[in-house]
């Protein structure tokens, strides 16, 4: 088992930049693909960076490719996503999200934190 824990989010204008982290304090962490899901209201959740249990492999959404970034610090138990040019459709409530099978599976995450927001002025 594995307990992702988001942290970072907030309120920034557009055009700005956010990093959010998730963490976990088991070190089987460093064995899972790792995902960042986002949901607004009315909306359905959308898978918008993944990356591989090694880092090697990443994948991005259309809609963030080029702003955002993905990496992880296994060491650390770490995986990171930044966010840079941000626009007001980028908020939403951002999770970390855990699972064994390939990253870009959307079904294979069954460990999920508890999500934290971000809101993107205009």
């Known amino acids: 088992q594995v307990q992702p824990v988001e942290s970072g989010g907030g309120p920034v204008q557009a055009g700005g930049s956010l990093r959010l982290s998730c963490t976990a304090s088991?070190?089987?962490?460093?064995?899972?693909?790792i995902g960042w899901f986002r949901q607004s209201p009315g909306k359905e959740r959308e898978l918008v960076a993944s990356?591989?249990?090694?880092?090697?492999?990443?994948y991005y959404s259309d809609s963030v490719k080029g702003r955002f970034t993905i990496s992880r610090d296994n060491a650390a138990r770490m995986v990171l996503l930044q966010m840079d040019a941000l626009k007001p459709e980028d908020t939403a409530v951002y999770y970390c999200a855990a699972g064994e099978g390939r990253w870009t599976d959307v079904d294979l995450y069954d460990h999920w934190g508890q999500g934290t927001q971000v809101t993107v002025s205009p």
């Open positions: 088991q070190p089987i962490f460093r064995q899972y693909p």
């Open positions: 990356i591989s249990y090694h880092g090697k492999n990443k």
